[in-house]
């Protein structure tokens, strides 16, 4: 049956993912049309959530590849078990069987490591492959996922090629700490997700954390909304906030001041230099954002 758009939003807001009407489209057509959703925005604004949310609205299995400086082709499709084959070699090393028979039992899928987009080709039914912060790897592993994304078909010198019996929904990643090439762009549909405005983080914040007061989830938000407009290098997102709140409700806190900020500034900022710079702003943060002034109206 043809997905609807009114079916994603509601799977999306089953999964506790509050969608906006670009994010519910974005979902909606990668899923009609089969094509990869390429994700980018600031970390920590729920690029990976989309996909978590997407294999679970799916009932499909989440296949993860992460991708880093240095990711190679064969970490990202499959390597030979050695220790398993050498192994082994030294149990049948004294049987009947010719060079050309043990070798090709060495190299069968019993002793084959399958990474992530293996996992995904030979997947018994349709998967989620999310491809995780694919701007941290290379041009060149760029190129190579391009090809394995147009073809989905790999070829192992050892056994053959291998065709994916069930297209993967594919969800990509970036946080633009490099530009994409214009092929791989091309190839996906696009979605970028940026920091949430205060509305829409209050209502994540209210799903997320039901023991939050509603006055003091106000607090927070609008804390976090005017944190942001201050130069940091590395700004708070949306899971900082949730990490936050919770953070809040396990120490038993019922209210913002200066001292519970600074005792629980690690939670929401990463960087030394950001929480000295917040720290001595702290006065004329509060001042800027009126915090203590809107809570009696909250």
Request: proline fraction near 3%.
């Amino acid at each position: 049956m043809p997905v609807k758009l009114e079916n994603v939003r509601e799977l999306l807001s089953e999964q506790g993912y509050i969608a906006d009407h670009a994010v519910s489209m974005a979902v909606f057509l990668s899923m009609s049309l089969e094509k990869p959703l390429l994700i980018e925005g600031p970390a920590g604004v729920g690029k990976t959530e989309v996909a978590k949310v997407m294999a679970s609205a799916m009932q499909a299995d989440l296949i993860r590849l992460q991708c880093y400086d240095g990711l190679d082709a064969n970490h990202a499709l499959y390597e030979w078990n050695y220790q398993r084959q050498l192994l082994h070699l030294k149990v049948v090393e004294n049987n009947q069987q010719s060079a050309a028979e043990k070798e090709k039992t060495i190299f069968s899928e019993a002793f084959l490591l399958k990474r992530p987009l293996l996992q995904a080709i030979t997947h018994s039914s349709k998967p989620v492959l999310l491809i995780d912060e694919i701007d941290r790897s290379d041009e060149e592993f760029e190129s190579f996922l391009l090809e394995v994304l147009s073809d989905w078909q790999i070829t192992i010198p050892e056994m053959g090629t291998i065709k994916a019996t069930h297209l993967p929904q594919v969800i990509l990643t970036s946080n633009r700490t490099r530009e994409l090439s214009e092929a791989l762009r091309r190839r996906c549909l696009y979605l970028y997700i940026d920091y949430p405005d205060f509305e829409k983080e209050y209502s994540i914040v209210n799903r997320k954390i039901p023991d939050l007061d509603s006055k003091f989830s106000r607090q927070i938000c609008h804390f976090m909304q005017n944190l942001r407009l201050i130069k940091l290098e590395k700004t708070p997102g949306i899971s900082e906030t949730l990490d936050w709140a919770a953070s809040l409700v396990a120490l038993h806190y019922d209210h913002l001041d200066k001292n519970i900020i600074t005792e629980t500034l690690g939670v929401i900022l990463k960087d030394w230099r950001d929480m000295r710079h917040v720290e001595l702003s702290l006065s004329e943060l509060f001042e800027k954002t009126g915090v203590y002034a809107k809570t009696d109206n909250l």
